[in-house]
């Protein structure tokens, strides 16, 4: 089966940070990964997703992720924080044909100035 | 805003009620999909249709049931309301019946049940 574990529930970072919002997953084959977003009172909406092909996956918003077998993470970044981002973050997997998407956790982000 | 539509915002009921949560998927979406977000479960999917046929099941509760109209709209009945019941429910929808995992998602329909 597969699942994804997203470390830390809560991340807070200052304004002009780096943001770093971890994930790890465990598939027995290739799997789809997926973050998307939650703002307050609204529904989820997808930042980037990796498939197959280039490892490292821009999104929107000046974020991004990488895709590390290795590892089996696939890590959300973000060079410098802006108060806007302050939101949940969920990591999802998806495997082949399956319709199914797994969902983590969630991290919420925490913006300080 | 992602063109997903659902109704009601929110909705209190009390123990052993029956609700029903309503969908419109973007225009020109075929599949619908359920989710259940609740603090202690997470998001959770619970069962997905493609133009109104049944696709996938989840963690579907046997007292909840769904449908996908021939207007692709879709309905989540959920019935015998439990305390544990209260959660948001989420609609999403995408365009064909396999899940490329792009989904968009409506704002959700709030549930408390008292």
């Known amino acids: 089966a597969q699942s994804v574990t997203q470390l830390g529930s809560h991340v807070s970072v200052s304004e002009g940070a780096l943001v770093l919002l971890r994930c790890n997953y465990s598939?027995?084959?290739?799997?789809?990964l997926f973050w998307y977003v939650q703002y307050p009172n609204q529904g989820l909406q997808l930042l980037l997703k990796y498939t197959t092909g280039a490892t490292l996956v821009k999104g929107i918003n000046g974020f991004e992720a990488e895709f590390k077998k290795s590892e089996t993470s696939f890590h959300l970044t973000k060079p410098s924080a802006h108060m806007s981002d302050a939101a949940e973050y969920f990591c999802a997997v998806k495997t082949g044909t399956a319709s199914k998407l797994t969902f983590g956790t969630g991290t919420r982000l925490q913006v300080t100035l | 805003d992602s063109g997903v539509t659902q109704t009601p915002k929110h909705l209190i009921t009390a123990t052993g009620q029956r609700v029903t949560l309503r969908c419109s998927p973007r225009s020109g979406d075929l599949s619908v999909y359920w989710y259940q977000q609740s603090l202690d479960q997470g998001l959770q999917f619970l069962i997905q249709y493609y133009n109104g046929e049944e696709r996938a099941k989840g963690n579907i509760l046997e007292r909840f049931s769904a449908q996908q109209f021939p207007d692709l709209h879709s309905e989540l009945n959920l019935s015998s309301l439990e305390l544990g019941d209260s959660a948001l429910y989420f609609c999403?929808?995408?365009?064909?019946?396999?899940?490329?995992?792009?989904?968009?998602f409506g704002e959700g329909s709030r549930l408390t049940v008292l």
């Open positions: 999403a929808s995408s365009v064909g019946p396999l899940n490329t995992g792009e989904l968009f």
């Open positions: 598939s027995s084959v290739p799997p789809y």
